[in-house]
């Protein structure tokens, strides 16, 4: 099972910040999951779309200029990291789950992964584009098939994992709450991998290892690490 730090190694360092990532490359972690908008021609990595809960700044996202966005304080004196410097941060060191959240187009997000490809030490294989807003990932597709894509849900859609075949995803990513065995079922039989968000807690972790999961986004990666390693005894 592999284990994905959500929005960094976020229950030792402030959410999508550099040092979150850091921190997470230092547990050992498989993967990274972050969460990205657009700011005029420029990538951010922030959840919400609002600015109150994760820095110093107030409004909307997509309502700020790069110059506001760069004297944020996101936590522990930590920039609003821009998508560049947090593909120079981890350069390669595990997997990168790219959430798609303010985005339009999908077309910068591409070109960040060919220039991390071709600049840093990053493999095309090492990244996966997730989205609940499956026309861009449908876009994403058709721009460049060879990019990896997880189909993100927080239901459990009537037809299970189809939706995600559609989309030619490499993989599936669920909300816990929706999660059933009928699903990693379904989803396994049409070769999709189900990554399950979000999961911190052990006797979660211990059901989903039970269940044949593949990987997990956890706010506490050092725990799922050493969960995992109990189980591999
Ligand atoms: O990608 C998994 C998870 O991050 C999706 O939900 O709201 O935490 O971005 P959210
Ligand atoms: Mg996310």
Known sequence: MLIFAHRGASSEAPENTLEAFQIAIERGVDGI?????AVEDE??????????????GSGRVKDQSKAIMALLDAGNGQ???????????????CVLNIELKGISDVLPVLQHIDRAVNELDFRLEQFILSSFN??????VKQLRPSIQIGALTASCPLDYAAFAQQLNAYSVHIDIDCLSADFVFDAHQRGLPVYVYTVDEIEDLDDMAAMGVNGVFTNVPSRALVRRAHHLQ
């Open 79 to 93: 920039v609003v990291p821009t998508l560049w410097q947090t593909l120079q941060c981890i350069n390669g060191a």
């Open 134 to 139: 499956h026309h861009l990932l449908f876009n």
């Open 43 to 56: 990538l951010y990595v922030i959840h919400d779309r609002w600015l109150h809960r994760t820095t110093s």
């Open 33 to 37: 999951e972050i969460d990205v908008h």
